[in-house]
């Protein structure tokens, strides 16, 4: 079975620093993984995707992500911080069987001033 | 070129109802999909419609049920509503039901049942 786990429920980072939203996954074959983002009130935007193409995805708005198949990881990154940052990040995987989305639980990107 | 609409964006429903949520979607997609978003959760999904047919179901109770009409446009109906219904309620749209070429989400309904 295919799932998601986002090992942080809150990061916190200041301005101009770098962020790193960690995500490990669980599938059985060649996934294919997103990261999503939601501000508050707002619908759900996709920032980045890996289909099996290129291990270092890049994305909008400066975010870009590295799939590591040996750690099952897809960790989400970007190299300076800004307020407009600040929001619920979402990690997911597509089942290859019905291509279903298995969401993980989110990680709210804090940003100090 | 509007992305999904979704209708409407609040509600309030007492324990017991009925409710009924509205989405087109993205100009171009043939696809919805509906995803139940509890607070402080991500979203879980509900189902899929593709050709006015429901093609995929998650592990939501018959109580939840659906229908795209023939302009891909859709509807999510719930019935006898429980507190924990209350949650944003997402659609999704895609060209096939592969969406290689992207899910576009609307902002969601937010459904508050009392």
């Known amino acids: 079975a295919q799932s998601v786990t986002q090992l942080d429920s809150h990061v916190s980072v200041s301005e101009g620093t770098p962020v790193l939203l960690r995500c490990n996954y669980s599938?059985?074959?060649?996934?294919?993984l997103f990261w999503y983002v939601q501000h508050p009130n707002k619908g759900l935007q996709l920032l980045l995707k890996?289909?099996?193409?290129a291990t270092l995805v890049k994305g909008i708005n400066g975010f870009e992500a590295e799939f590591k198949k040996s750690e099952t990881s897809f960790h989400l990154t970007k190299p300076s911080a800004h307020m407009s940052d600040a929001a619920e990040y979402f990690c997911?995987?597509?089942?290859?069987?019905?291509?279903?989305?298995?969401w993980g639980a989110g990680t709210k990107l804090i940003i100090k001033p | 070129d509007a992305g999904v609409t979704q209708s409407p964006t609040h509600l309030i429903k007492t324990r017991g109802q009925q409710v009924t949520l509205r989405c087109s979607p993205k100009?171009?997609?043939?696809?919805v999909s509906w995803y139940q978003q509890a607070l402080g959760q991500g979203p879980q999904f509900i189902f899929q419609?593709?050709?006015?047919?429901?093609?995929q179901r998650g592990n939501f109770p018959d109580r939840f049920s659906g229908h795209q009409f023939p302009n891909y446009s859709s509807e999510l109906n719930v019935n006898a509503l429980l507190l924990g219904d209350s949650a944003l309620y997402l659609c999704a749209s895609s060209f096939l039901t592969s969406a290689n070429y992207g899910y576009t989400f609307g902002s969601g309904t937010r459904l508050t049942v009392v």
């Open positions: 890996y289909t099996s193409a």
């Open positions: 100009s171009g997609h043939d696809t």
């Open positions: 419609y593709y050709e006015e047919e429901e093609r």
């Open positions: 997911v995987v597509r089942m290859d069987s019905n291509y279903q989305l298995i």
């Open positions: 599938s059985s074959y060649s996934p294919s």
